[in-house]
């Protein structure tokens, strides 16, 4: 089992920045694929970015790409979503996931490619 706790959010400016932190509880975080989705009002969850395991690769949703990034560190127990040049379109819930072992591509930029999911922290781009 693994609690997922989400903090950084907030309201910021477009073209400011935020950076997510996901603390995960369990001794076995480093064997665990990590995922950012992201939910905005009257809309579906859909997939921001991941990480694997080991931190050598990584995944990307085409509208984070070159704003995002995804890291872990594995001795803190904790993934970062570092978001740049915010735009009022990002403005959601964003929700962190975990995933046991490995993941491919289309695991994880699917829902149903992970197990466990925290609670969200609501982030607000204004224009």
């Known amino acids: 089992q693994v609690q997922l706790v989400e903090s950084g959010g907030g309201l910021v400016q477009t073209g400011g920045s935020l950076r997510l932190s996901c603390a995960a509880s369990?001794?076995?975080?480093?064997?665990?694929?990590m995922g950012w989705f992201r939910q905005a009002p009257g809309k579906e969850r859909e997939f921001v970015a991941a990480?694997?395991?080991?931190?050598?690769?990584?995944y990307y949703a085409d509208s984070v790409k070159g704003r995002f990034t995804i890291s872990r560190d594995n001795a803190k127990n904790t993934v970062y979503l570092q978001m740049n040049s915010l735009k009022p379109e990002d403005t959601a819930v964003y929700y962190c996931?975990?995933?046991?072992?490995?993941?491919?591509?289309?695991?994880?930029?699917?829902?149903?490619?992970?197990?466990?999911w925290g609670q969200g922290t609501q982030v607000t781009v204004s224009s």
């Open positions: 996931t975990a995933r046991a072992g490995e993941i491919t591509t289309a695991q994880a930029m699917g829902v149903q490619g992970y197990d466990y």
């Open positions: 369990g001794r076995t975080f480093s064997t665990y694929a």
């Open positions: 990480i694997s395991w080991s931190g050598g690769s990584t």
